[in-house]
């Protein structure tokens, strides 16, 4: 069923090299908008690269992931700006693009008469970047490859980063090793470069200064790049509990070896092989899922394209785009045994990334994963469930800390008896605890956990349930069911805030805030559910239990609004009016205790939604438009679809806050899963949300709870058929919209029996690994 679309980027002018012309690449003063706006992101999870197709003199500038040091002294760093010198000027025919179905990039131009064109991509099997160049005519190409270390010494801050980075470009034959240092942390980094040619000459030679050294290739009829890169960063325990920064990296050897290996395994192969393994393998991937609202191949280039829509053109290929977008960007970003995707994915060309390009868990890092399960990527979860196994002896002691100093007579002296926490802001050295002078409270830590509880639910997997999310859901329940005190008959947080809203400019602090209230009662509902699911008796799931009816999560207030804090009486009583956050509500989304099911609940947060408004940050909107997918009302939200493409949207389609923020990217594509398909609700509904412009339509590969992956053709608005692959098996419950009977039938065609509920909902068993189709 897959009818696999053209799904590109395209554009007629190479992006920008730097801002203004000039090779400055401090972001407070001259933020680099070639690299922001125009230049094109591939990446493997380890590695990203940003392509800008430039034909004089190419800029391609690559991010490793784990050359970073945290907040304050410097955030993820520039890994290398990569130039190709090429002298082509004033070339014609010029086009480039990036290719979603291939994960490649292309340039391609006529200059002088030849027909010059490359490929790039980022493999992930074999962990390298490869570009491949060609010229029509023989003996015809021509470059100098200069990678160059950005930001090498103490890069113009007063103390703190430790005394900066220091490094530099040697030449070994047919290979340039970048090598150095980045101090605070002691990371050591290595970079090879390998060119691989048909015909020519390569030699390697000094650059101007005579400090680095650059390869020069003349009159070659084609040629192969090939980039390795790594660091001596483990995502280890050890890492996050070392307090020493010097110490942090100690017993893990240089990467020379590793880098040396993955460049020789890679040289061993040609061009046509490394491209076939890194096709089958992202395909395998990317392929799950096809969206066809009717969108058909713009004649006019992405930028222009994105223009018109600004303008109220509305394409539905950019609206197909931009939702696969997030899907490509979630796999070149976080890969199983990567680094999990950061505040901007895997893509940074600052030396200080804005917010450090940490993982920000008042919303932007679960909104990074909040794709993954139902665009049927779960897999992508993986660097973070590893990221929070690595953290998690540093989250323990910071609940061990948070109990001591707030709770002494609750506080567990055994190993993890306080369960764990995390504050705001984490990165891959460290994290923080929580404190009650914070802008977020402990919600924070179940908003996360969340996730873990979803990774099962939507795989439906026992080994993932036992070993992964039941520790992690069960222990935040261990934690949270600490942090509550009696008040009037309810159990509330006692140190409470609701992400980053203000009063009179300081965050305001109170007991029991819709937010914390939310996520500790869904959070505790996970752990009930895990534990009967295990048959575990275990004392905190009877605690969470004995807390749960005493939660009392949405309270609506006089505004008919669902109160953000119980002081509040009409809503903007207490806060920013249109603040970006919208935490009152994550019971409606990414929880679901707020639902169809709930309807005086349900109509309080569309309220909420139209009191709080549309127009906000990137992000911001994203987690609007998933929001008003879960009310059922599709033209609100596709209005908000559009806001966010309007008003969130940079020309190379990366959401921007201002600035750059992957997250948004994440929350669009998950937005408009949930239009097409929901489950939260213990049950299958088939194009929930449906705006009158995507009337007709079809999707394949989005994955519903219950690990059952749900294709799907409507038109009017109405499905007219579906098919259910039962990946795990079990009872599938679904709504059947149109008041007529459906008609189940197996693979094999025959007619399967199943059982009618009230609510327009069926139910039926199936079996795993079988598909079910209905009509
Ligand atoms: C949260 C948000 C900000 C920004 C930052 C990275 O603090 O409130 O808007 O997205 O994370």
Known sequence: MNNKKSLKLWYTSPAPAFHDGA???????????????????????????????????????????TLANPYRVGGLNNFAEVFLEFAHDNVTQYMRDLDLNTATAHVTYQWGGVDYRREYFISYPDRVMVIHLTASQKGKLSFTLRPTIPFIKDYGREEGDGGGKSGRVTAQRDTLVLEGKLNYYQILFEGQFRVLHQGGRLEARADEKGENAVLVLNGADAATILI????????????????????????????????????????????????????????????RVSLDLGGEEPEIPTDRLLQEYKGGRHSRYLEELYFQYGRYLLIASSRPGSTPANLQGVWNCYDDAPWSAGYWHNINVQMNYWPAFNTNLAEMFEPYAAYNAAYMALAQECADRYIHDNYPERLSKEPGGNGWIIGTGAWLYTIDGMSNDSHSGPGTGAFTSMLFWDYY?????????????????????????????????FLLTKYSASPEQVQDNKYWHTKGCAFDQQMIYENHRNTIQAAALLGIEDPVAETAKEQLDKLDPVVIGASGQVKEFREENEYGDIGEYHHRHISQLVGLYPGSIINQDTPEWMDAAKKTLELRGDKSTGWAMAHRLNLWSRTGD????????????????????????????????????????????????????????????????????????????????????????????????????????????????????????YHEEKDAIVSFDTQKNVRYMIR
């Open 228 to 287: 390795a890169a790594g660091t001596n960063y483990h995502m280890e325990s050890r890492v996050f509990t070392e307090k020493d920064p010097q110490q942090k990296l100690a017993p893990y050897p240089h990467p020379h070896a590793m880098v040396t290996r993955l460049m020789d395994n890679a040289a061993a192969k040609t061009y046509t092989q490394l491209l076939d393994t890194h096709l089958q393998e992202y395909q395998t991937y990317f392929d």
């Open 457 to 489: 639910d939507f795989t439906r997997n026992r080994k993932i349930l036992e070993e992964v999310t039941y520790p992690v859901v069960s222990s935040m329940s261990k934690f949270l069911s600490k942090v509550l005190v009696p008040e009037d008959g």
């Open 23 to 65: 090779p400055s690449m401090d972001r407070t003063n001259s933020p680099d908008n070639g690299w922001e706006k125009w230049s094109l992101p591939l990446g493997n999870g380890y590695m990203g690269a940003n392509i800008f197709g430039r034909t004089g003199t190419e800029r391609v500038q690559i991010t490793e992931n």
């Open 634 to 753: 599709g033209n609100r939200a596709y209005l908000l679809y559009q806001t966010l493409l309007k008003q969130g949207t940079l020309t190379n389609l990366w959401d921007t806050h201002p600035p750059f923020q992957i997250d948004g990217n994440f929350g669009g594509t998950s937005g408009v899963a949930e239009m097409l398909l929901q489950s939260h609700a213990g049950y299958i509904d088939p194009v929930p949300t449906l705006p009158d412009a995507w009337a007709k339509g079809s999707f394949q590969g989005l994955v519903a709870r219950g690990n059952f992956e749900v294709s799907a053709c409507w038109e009017n608005k109405q499905v007219t058929q579906l098919e259910i692959f039962a990946r795990a098996g079990g009872v599938c419950r679904m709504k059947w919209h149109d008041g007529l009977r459906p008609v189940i039938t197996d693979a094999a065609g025959n007619q399967v029996a």
